[in-house]
T-cell receptor
Framework: GQQLNQSPQSMFIQEGEDVSMNCTSS?????WLWYKQDPGEGPVLLIA?????ELTSNGRLTAQFGITRKDSFLNISASIPSDVGIYFC???????????FGPGTRLSVLP | EAGVTQSPTHLIKTRGQQATLRCSPI?????VYWYQQALGLGLQFLLW???????NRGNFPPRFSGRQFPNYSSELNVNALELEDSALYLC????????????FGPGTRLTVL
């Protein structure tokens, strides 16, 4: 089946630094979503992308739908302690039936 | 507007018992999805219900089942519980069947002893 890969698996950054993470696949996806999950809670939707090449911002977060439709990127600028958590990407499969979730990127922010 | 709600928050069972988890979608959403998230791992797709019908299921044994009620709320049942069923069970809902953006509930933490 279709799979998503996320990199890096985990990252430690200093407060105030910018962060970049990505999500890749060998398959084409029609929609990309980025979620953040705090420990023990459900994922919260951050950004949704619907068109190839689309660049969307939500506060300090910016995400892009790759032009090949096989990848997406999430950037966080000027990180703060509450950015800590796991970031998941999800892609809508070819059949438009289900979202496939990546394994997540675990972000730690050091003061 | 209320988000996706799940109950109970925590559930403790012993091996061989049955567990029932409940989910209420966002008002107006007709699709409900269930995911299993074992500790430290990603989301594994379990089941998708839309308009009362099971539309798709993930690679889980038949002892994982569920249903969707006329008011679009949903139940996940896990029979003959095993230790490895211990996980956070997440429910999500969406507007359009399958292709709609999914919004998640807070999850039910199931512990099997």
């Amino acid at each position: 089946g279709q799979q998503l890969n996320q990199s890096p698996q985990s990252m430690f950054i200093q407060e105030g630094e910018d962060v970049s993470m990505n999500c890749t696949s060998s398959s084409i996806f029609n929609t990309w979503l980025w979620y953040k999950q705090d420990p023990g809670e459900g994922p919260v939707l951050l950004i949704a992308l619907y068109k190839a090449g689309e660049l969307t911002s939500n506060g300090r977060l910016t995400a892009q739908f790759g032009i090949t439709r096989k990848d997406s990127f999430l950037n966080i600028s000027a990180s703060i302690p509450s950015d800590v958590g796991i970031y998941f990407c999800a892609g809508l499969d070819n059949y438009g039936q289900n979202f496939v979730f990546g394994p997540g990127t675990r972000l730690s922010v050091l003061p | 507007e209320a988000g996706v709600t799940q109950s109970p928050t925590h559930l403790i069972k012993t091996r061989g018992q049955q567990a029932t988890l409940r989910c209420s979608p966002i008002s107006g959403h007709t699709s409900v999805y269930w995911y299993q998230q074992a500790l430290g791992l990603g989301l594994q797709f379990l089941l998708w219900y839309d308009e009362g019908e099971e539309r798709n299921r993930g690679n889980f044994p038949p002892r994982f089942s569920g249903r969707q009620f006329p008011n679009y709320s949903s139940e996940l049942n896990v029979n003959a519980l095993e230790l490895e069923d211990s996980a956070l069970y997440l429910c999500a809902s969406s507007l359009a069947g399958g292709a709609g953006t999914q919004y998640f509930g807070p999850g039910t933490r199931l512990t099997v002893l």
